[in-house]
Structure formats: C-alpha cells, structure tokens
C-alpha cells in the first residue's frame, strides 16, 4: 500500500470535495484530508501542511488551479498534483502538464476509477522499490 499520509483538495465547491475526500479515505485508509477553495488558501495550506498529494480544480475563483499549480510548483519541485476537474480541453491538459501536474482526472470519471487511478499514480510515485 502507497504512503499518502496527507491530501490537499482545492475545489471551489464544497461537495465535490466532500464526494473526492470520501473516494481519497476509501482508497487511502487513515489518510488526513485538508479542505482549500481557492488557489490562495491552497498556497497558504501547501506552506504549513506540506501534504504528500495536491488534487486540484483548475476552474475556481480568487486563483486558478493552472496558475496555483506553478506556484506550488516553485514553493516544492517535488510536489505531487493532480488536476481533478471538468476541463479538459488540450491546452488545460497541455499547461498543466507543462507546469508539472502529476496527473489529470476528469470529476465525471465513475468513483471506482478516479480511486483506481489515485491508487496508480501514488504506487508510481510513493512505492516501494
């Protein structure tokens, strides 16, 4: 089992990030889940909190997820960010790829398989060798 200990979730709505912190803890056990709905709380939180994974909205008020993905980028190289949202127009998956999101995860993908591809990535990423 990957070590996710801490996730962030930024989202604008509240529940979406109730319904994803539900699919995290079911795919993580005993994993903490921290609540930003904006970019800039997001920041602040990622400063403090230093979670393992970042799931991301690119569509939110006060700050963007594409513009808040190069700022957690330049505070934490190492940060890992998927963008969990219902844009997925090239350019939204080209930027956040460029900027360096670990992943890309349509809201609308059925819970089995966003928990699925959670699981992935964090074995990917945080496995043992």
Do not use: W
Not at 4 to 10: A, I, T
Not at 30 to 58: C, F, Q, R, W
Not at 109 to 119: A, V
Request: a negative charge; zero cysteines; hydrophobic letters at 45%.
């Amino acid at each position: 089992m990957p070590l996710v200990n801490k996730v962030l979730l930024v989202d604008d709505e509240v529940h979406i990030r109730k319904y994803i912190g539900l699919v995290v803890k079911s795919a993580f056990p005993g994993v903490t889940v921290i609540d930003a709905s904006n970019g800039h709380e997001a920041t602040e939180i990622y400063e403090t909190e230093k979670p393992d994974l970042v799931l991301m909205d690119i569509n939110m008020p006060v700050r963007d997820g594409i513009e808040t993905l190069g700022d957690l980028m330049a505070i934490d190289e190492d940060a890992v960010i998927v963008m969990l949202t219902s844009v997925s127009t090239r350019s939204a998956v080209e930027k956040a790829s460029a900027l360096g999101a670990a992943g890309y995860i349509l809201k609308d993908t059925p819970r089995e398989e966003i928990s699925n591809s959670l699981l992935e990535l964090a074995d990917e990423i945080f496995g043992e060798d």
